[in-house]
């Protein structure tokens, strides 16, 4: 009985409980729920991805409204692996809410933060699982504009700039989407993803339907910071309170790119993206030049949070590269460098707050030393760190390992060799925290002893750093699960 | 035991070892008794799988599918097994050196260098029984990031800038340019085991191969081939026995072993010969084995003068692969054991001037062989097996190379090879004359006297029996290695003969 409305109660339960929070108004009753609420959402998504990979996509008629007159809730592997990552996130990170918020956020607060994370946590969901294309508008809304406020409630009030200018890209993207949206309305008359794909071939590539692919394109990369459209993101990494940057990096932008891919893929299909718009000229170059340049900036950061959210943009431009290709290697590398990256970035972002919990910064100066105050939370940044350098045995080189064999494919060495080059600048970027923290002496007057963070933060963050090692040894749950996702959209059998 | 499970216990008891290691830390003689422990069980163990090998059988085993069609998996043969067994047993010798040497030297954070020493001997093992490339690379990381805080052990400036550039080039050569080989092989030849007669034979020709080749040779920095050798003078910084295990035998050995293993088992020696591949290589080897050999010359410190000595004798190996013939291979891989017994020694001595005198620089151990004679005696048996001359092992691998040379009808390799020789003699020998027979300096200028012989002799005061115990007894291994080269030959011969 209930395992027939699963699809529906994974929306529901968060977004029914956000209220409740801001009327529990003690912090810690808020996050008690919020904590069993995600959970309840990660048992869910499980169940939805092991269903799916059982027996087929799962459609859900909301109201019992037919598709596509209705709102269609549609569950097919690549989806069920997005609301995977996004609940994971959700129930590792809430542990560690506790005593990161309580430290980084007034009191008073506590309420409103949980629910606005609840929100933000209903409306990634939300776009994940919906099979109708408004619908997936109304849920990237409640997502961004609960964003907007979880990053205005940093402690440092360069946040509120931060806020705002990410409210005012994202807004921006944001309409543009809904423009893209609305324009594929006036050429279809469908708002049902599935059927918008399958009545748009007949329509043909005129000019409504290429000026809604540019709006719908420019829209997602908006939100997914694809250079050079990622002036929001290091601002509103930097500054937001640790524990949101930790879930935005793990899932706001991977949920972007899922709608990039469900535009480009389910809506207009791979021959339209592949054929009439040459995406591969368009996106590749752009993702190569991301990987290069923001892994360089990073470099030259001296906050560690900025650098790993200028490490994020080269990221994410690996699986842009990978989804650029359009080819079943090309998008399985870049979807399962999209569950390794939430995984590693996760983690390493996680490390960072016990940081800030400890000494209150992160700066890299003040980093010195640190190796040996806090031994379990720099190792796990160090781990991280090898992952995103993408040393064998983490997941990050299983990523890099799939995404340069795409490019060898297709007789792209260039960007073979630019990945790899976005590698080595990886290597400068982490060892200069790795050398800080080990090699070089607490300041004098640093009180001796150590100040490892407290179990309550160490075990989620070594969850996700574990992950990110699992995953690069035992990677059939990824790679499957990816390369399955990738013949799905390319409609590719086997 | 069967040898499947042999192999993974091979890299299991070391990685037992660390933790053990780590948690005896507060106990320090329970502690060195669980490294000295580890290290003899897994000789042991390695020494099991030697009949099976030397009968012909190819031990395997299979960890994890890491990739689709890519395991992590093992197979020993023959030159694995000689690697393995080197460092191996090299490993108990020079874990009673490092207790030696690191309490007599009051090194800090012991706990950590023997956790460290240990993991990285599991990923040495690791890299020696390797059934694919895919393994072996994975090993090959480990290793270097394994012995990262072995390098940076003092911690201070030095350290650091030493690791960095050991890290810069380990680990930039093996992602930028390893990899990319790896990858490129796989696509290629859809496969990446090590088969005999080369996987890639019949799938590339042409340029491919010499771009694979150059790729190769320089993605693998272990093998410190010129310009790529910087890393390992940096690593000179490390604690004497991390220069002596590893920086003389596990590390840049694991890269001339990958080196050899690409050259036999991924190209095929008929690939490298028939498209003349290995031709330039050679030329690179014998730039590296003479420049080195020179630079050598010019140091001073004695740690930096064994470093470029081993960066020269590295060539050797390399050598042997790109002539690519059955004598060249037998005495690449020939050297592999018969360097490894004599640097170590080298290197031992170098610690335990260090230990009993606190001296680095050649110029100050003037007379300090009749203080140290033990020492300084093995230091010349281990220079003479480097350099080359019977009765000692080194005098093998030179033979066969120039066998090797001579069956390619590469005179001009021969006379690099004795050119070398010479060279070797001229940086190696000076150490020892000055340490035997010049005069010890005096503090204070005495009158002069009738003759030398008035002079009182120095009393001996050589390092702590721990320190030099180990260096006797791998210059006795050099010796012996000259004597019973036959077994070795014997393991060795199926390489080029399956």
Redesign the interface.
């Known amino acids: 009985m209930i395992a027939a409305h699963l699809p529906v109660l994974q929306i529901v339960v968060p977004l029914v409980a956000a209220p409740f929070c801001l009327l529990l108004r003690r912090g810690t009753w808020a996050w008690i729920l919020s904590s069993i609420v995600c959970l309840a959402a990660l048992v869910i998504a499980a169940t939805l991805l092991s269903q799916v990979l059982e027996s087929g996509p799962i459609s859900y008629e909301l109201g019992g409204w037919a598709p596509p007159w209705g709102i269609e809730y549609r569950v097919d592997v690549l989806n069920a692996f997005l609301l995977l990552i996004v609940s994971a996130t959700g129930a590792i990170v809430l542990p560690y809410a506790r005593r990161s918020v309580a430290h980084e956020i007034p009191e008073s607060q506590h309420g409103g933060f949980y629910t606005a994370l609840l929100l933000c946590f209903t409306g990634l969901l939300g776009v994940a699982i919906t099979g109708d294309a408004f619908n997936l508008f109304v849920f990237l809304e409640i997502s961004s504009l609960s964003s907007y406020v979880l990053i205005a409630m940093g402690r440092d009030r360069r946040a509120l700039t931060a806020a705002f200018q990410y409210l005012v890209m994202g807004t921006i993207g944001a309409t543009f989407i809904v423009i893209g949206i609305g324009l594929l309305y006036m050429a279809t008359g469908t708002l049902n993803m599935a059927d918008l794909g399958a009545r748009l071939p007949a329509v043909g590539a005129n000019r409504t339907v290429l000026a809604a692919f540019a709006f719908l394109t420019v829209g997602a990369t908006l939100k997914l910071a694809l250079f050079p459209l990622h002036f929001w993101l290091p601002n509103a990494y930097a500054y937001a309170p640790s524990v949101v940057t930790a879930f935005l990096a793990a899932t706001a932008t991977k949920v972007s790119i899922y709608i990039l891919l469900r535009f480009f893929f389910t809506i207009f299909g791979p021959t339209f993206a592949a054929e009439d718009i040459t995406l591969q000229r368009l996106v590749v170059p752009l993702a190569v030049i991301a990987v290069l340049v923001c892994s360089t900036v990073a470099i030259f950061q001296s906050n560690v949070k900025r650098m790993l959210a200028y490490s994020s943009i080269a990221q994410i431009g690996y699986m842009m590269i990978g989804i650029g290709f359009d080819t079943v290697t090309g998008l399985t590398a870049g979807i399962v460098h999209l569950f390794n990256h939430a995984a590693t970035k996760g983690g390493l972002f996680l490390a960072l707050g016990c940081v800030v919990l400890r000494i209150g910064s992160c700066q890299l100066d003040d980093l010195a030393g640190l190796g040996r105050r806090m031994p379990l939370t720099m190792f796990s940044f160090v781990l991280g760190g ?1 992952s995103l ?5 983490t997941a990050g080189f ?1 990523s ?2 799939y995404l ?2 795409a490019a ?2 297709q007789d792209n060495w260039l960007v ?2 630019a990945i ?2 976005g ?2 600048l990886a ?1 400068i970027y982490v ?1 200069r925290v790795v ?1 800080v923290a ?2 070089r ?1 607490a300041p004098e007057g640093t009180p001796a002893g150590g100040i490892e963070a407290p179990w309550s933060m160490l075990v989620p963050t070594w969850i996700l750093i574990g992950a990110s090692i699992y995953f690069g ?4 749950l990824n ?1 499957g699960v990816a390369s399955a996702a990738a013949r799905f959209l390319l409609g590719v059998a086997g | 035991m069967s040898g499947d499970n042999a192999i993974l216990l091979a890299i299991l008891i070391p990685l037992v070892g660390a933790v053990l290691i780590a948690l005896t830390g507060r106990q320090p003689n329970l502690r060195e008794a669980m490294t000295l422990g580890t290290a003899g069980l897994l000789f042991i163990v390695v020494l099991t799988l030697v009949p099976e090998v030397s009968g012909g059988g190819r031990p395997q085993a299979t960890l994890i599918e890491m990739l689709p069609g890519l395991p992590l998996a093992f197979e020993v043969e023959p030159l694995g097994m000689l690697f393995g067994l080197v460092a191996s047993g090299l490993w108990i010798v020079n874990s009673v050196y490092s207790i030696g040497y690191m309490r007599a030297n009051n090194e800090q954070n012991q706990t950590r260098f023997y956790v460290c020493f240990a993991i990285a001997i599991s990923s040495t093992m690791g890299i020696a029984f390797a059934g694919n490339m895919m393994t072996l690379f994975v090993f090959y990381e480990v290793l270097t990031l394994s012995t990262y805080p072995l390098v940076t052990h003092k911690g201070n400036e030095d350290a650091q800038r030493g690791g960095r550039t050991y890290l810069g080039i380990l680990l930039s050569t093996s992602i930028g340019l390893q990899l990319l080989a790896i990858l490129w092989t796989w696509q290629v030849a859809g496969t990446l085991d090590f088969t005999a007669g080369g996987i890639l034979s019949g799938k590339a020709s042409g340029p491919v191969v010499g771009i694979l080749l150059l790729l190769y040779m320089y993605g693998i920095g272990k093998a410190a081939l010129m310009p790529l050798h910087r890393w390992l003078p940096a690593a000179m910084v490390a604690p004497t026995p991390v220069s002596a295990l590893l920086h003389a035998v596990a590390v840049v050995k694991a890269g001339v072993f990958t080196v050899m293993k690409v050259a036999v088992y991924i190209f095929g020696l008929d690939l490298l010969r028939d498209t003349g591949h290995g031709q330039w290589l050679a030329y690179i080897a014998a730039a590296t084995i003479l420049i080195a050999s020179l630079v050598a010359m010019t140091k001073n410190n004695l740690k930096a003068r064994l470093a470029y000595s081993t960066i020269s004798q590295l060539g050797y190996v390399v050598l042997g692969a790109a002539l690519a013939n059955d004598w060249s291979v037998i005495g690449g891989s020939m050297q592999i054991a018969m360097h490894a017994m004599g640097k170590i020694t080298l290197f031992f001595c170098a610690g335990a001037i260090y230990t009993a005198t606190h001296k680095t620089e050649i110029s100050e151990m003037t007379g300090l062989g009749r203080v140290m004679p033990f020492t300084f005696g093995a230091f010349l048996i281990g220079a003479l097996s480097v350099i080359g001359l019977p009765p000692l092992g080194g005098s093998w691998s030179k033979w066969y190379l120039m066998l090797g040379a001579a069956e390619a009808s590469q005179v001009v390799m021969i006379a690099v090879l004795m050119v070398s020789s010479l060279l070797n003699v001229a940086y190696l020998i000076p150490i020892v004359a000055r340490g035997f027979f010049l005069p010890a300096p005096q503090s204070t200028p005495q009158p002069v006297s009738v003759g030398a012989a008035a002079a009182p002799r120095p009393r001996i005061q050589e390092a702590p029996l721990f320190c030099v115990a180990p260096l006797c007894m791998t210059a006795l291994g050099c010796v012996l290695l000259f004597f019973f080269a036959t077994p070795l030959y014997r393991l060795l011969e199926p390489i080029v003969a399956p």
């Not at chain 1, 040894?473 to 059939?476: F, G, K």
């Open positions: 090898l350098i993408g040393v064998p045995l299983v890099k390992w340069v064999q060898i494919e073979a060799v790899l080059v590698s080595l290597i060892w050398e080990y090699l002496p040894i035992e990677t059939s790679v």
